[in-house]
């Protein structure tokens, strides 16, 4: 019963913080390493159950897209070739591969969520915040630029499909880089290529390695996942970015530790 109401909890604070920050994974993620379960395991099952929380995260931000469907229309290609490419990684290298490189990609996920604020807040800076709601995202985007932001989209989804954690930090570093957006906007584009991602790699797991997904742990994070989702899409402006910062490099933390233990 407390690995139950722990993974539930879990969900649903990663279903909230994927809306808000883009980390949610080092919340479940740890948690599931914590219970016993293989890395591979862990990681395959995260990524089904959170596929409801990024629905329902992206749904709530759906006010904040309007008008950039022009552009995510380029990105979304990019997310889904780069979420199949990062699954088939994770599929087919070693599994000892994977118990070998997640460290380092826990490691980079947690620097990611540290750095997180001054990120967010150089994007801002790059982003024009005079850009109005309803113009086209694309606007003002040269050949060069525009190519540049959906080769990252790409690389990002590869890192997303292979191992999920921060890759919403690392979009919005991406899209800051390149676009002259708003930061609520680009949070709202940022939900939904991570759900594209999540959603092929959850697929291709489903299809591919069914035997490795712990299904149980599944339906507890989806289930919690959605909820958390839609209460952090609406309420989650009110949270203080650094206590859930610290709880996220908290548990990342003992996930590592039980990790190399």
Known sequence: MTEILLI?????????????????????????????????????????????????????YRRELRGQWPRLRWQLPGSL??????????????????????????????????????????AQKRSSSETSETSESSAGLGRGRFVLLVIGTFAVGVYGGYFTAAQGILLMGVMGALLPENIQRMNAAKNVLSLVVNIVAAASFIIFASDRISWAAVGLIAVSSLVGGAVGARYGRRLSPGVLRLCIVALGLIGLYNLLA
Do not use: D
């Open 81 to 122: 070739l780069g979420g199949l490419l990062g699954a088939w990684l994770l599929q087919h290298l070693p599994e000892k591969t994977f118990t070998a490189v997640v460290p380092v990609l826990l490691i980079l996920a947690l620097v990611l969520v540290v750095t997180g604020p001054r990120i967010q807040a150089w």
């Open 8 to 60: 539930l909890l879990a969900g649903f604070a990663a279903g909230g913080i994927n809306a808000i920050v883009g980390s949610g994974t080092l919340i479940t993620f740890p948690t599931l390493i914590a219970f016993g379960y293989p890395p591979v395991t862990a990681t395959m099952s995260n990524a089904i159950g959170l596929v409801a929380g990024s629905a329902s995260g992206a749904w709530g």
